[in-house]
């Protein structure tokens, strides 16, 4: 059975009209709304059959406020699901604001799972380019200067690939891509972007560029979330699609592992299973090798 990475979505509705007032920390009740919602998900999450738990669960950009993270660590604990989660904006020295995100993997990943556990570890990953819209509310309303992230990251997940992640506006960079082709299998990205035509076709563009999955998660206030795989046949390129105006939603998708990777490593019959590699595209890791079978004892 090959492998597959389910994705939990959290569509939680940010609406920064009312989270984000004269300050750049999130107002009390809409953190509270926000977080009840991302509690509901994770109890419906808990309720699943351990074949459909999530084995990743994505929380868009500025969704939690920052004094809930140690609780959203022990829900990532008692699920065993890693957890991506766009965190309230934070405050640094020097009158600067970043935007970050926390990556954290639970002990003893991925839960019930024939693979090699890991440690618990956790990181943060930031916004290199702000929106020209988030420019001006940091600057002319909040007096303050918005601190760029300046790394990327490339996640090692072992048996189910590599990850690369990045936070709304970023997605537009494409020096970012330039890094990431041929070295992950799956791009994730947070967002609580308006523009989620526009996202849209990026998701297609980048997915055949870097030849990778492509998931998005963003605020239920816009909608838009999706999944998108550069399979050959149509129907299965959007595995997953949430359009709608301030709507709460969850959904856990399956995102293809295996069979992307023979095909990133140019394996015929895998190939067949997905569009063609860019020019120019070669895998700069090692190819796939078929997981090796456990002994029962």
Not at 98 to 118: D, M, Q, S, T
Not at 248 to 268: C, M, N, R
Request: hydrophobic fraction near 35%; charge should be neutral.
């Amino acid at each position: 059975m090959e492998n597959v990475l389910n994705i939990g979505i959290i569509q939680a509705v940010v609406d920064e009209d009312l989270a984000w007032h004269n300050s750049p920390q999130m107002d009390v009740y809409e953190a509270n709304a926000i977080w009840k919602q991302i509690q509901a998900a994770f109890a419906s999450f808990q309720e699943m059959s351990k074949m459909n738990i999530p084995d990743i669960v994505v929380i868009p950009e500025l969704a939690v406020a920052n004094y809930f993270e140690s609780r959203l660590r022990q829900y990532a604990q008692k699920l065993g699901a890693i957890i991506v989660a766009g965190l309230d904006f934070r405050q640094c020295e020097d009158n600067q604001i970043e935007n970050k995100a926390l990556f954290y993997i639970p002990r003893n990943w991925p839960k019930e799972k024939n693979v090699g556990k890991v440690d618990q570890s956790s990181f943060y990953f930031g916004k290199h380019f702000a929106s020209r819209h988030e420019l001006d509310v940091i600057k002319d309303e909040w007096g303050k200067v918005f601190r760029p992230c300046n790394e990327f990251y490339i996640v090692d997940l072992g048996e189910y690939g590599k990850m690369g992640v990045s936070i709304c506006a970023d997605f537009y960079d494409i020096e970012r891509y330039a890094i990431y082709k041929g070295r992950i299998q799956h791009l994730l990205i947070i967002a609580n972007n308006k523009d989620i035509k526009s996202f849209y076709f990026l998701a297609e563009a980048i997915s055949r560029l870097i030849y990778c999955n492509v998931v998005i998660c963003n605020s239920g206030h816009y909608g838009g979330s999706v999944c998108f795989t550069p399979a050959k046949e149509e129907y299965k390129r959007y595995s997953y699609k949430h359009e709608g105006k301030d709507l709460f939603t969850t959904q856990v998708v399956s995102i293809p592992v295996d069979a992307l990777w023979k095909a990133q490593s140019e394996d015929d019959k895998a190939l067949k299973g997905f569009k063609n590699p860019p020019p120019g595209y070669k895998y700069c890791y090692e190819k796939y090798v078929e997981p090796q079978k456990k002994d029962k004892k």
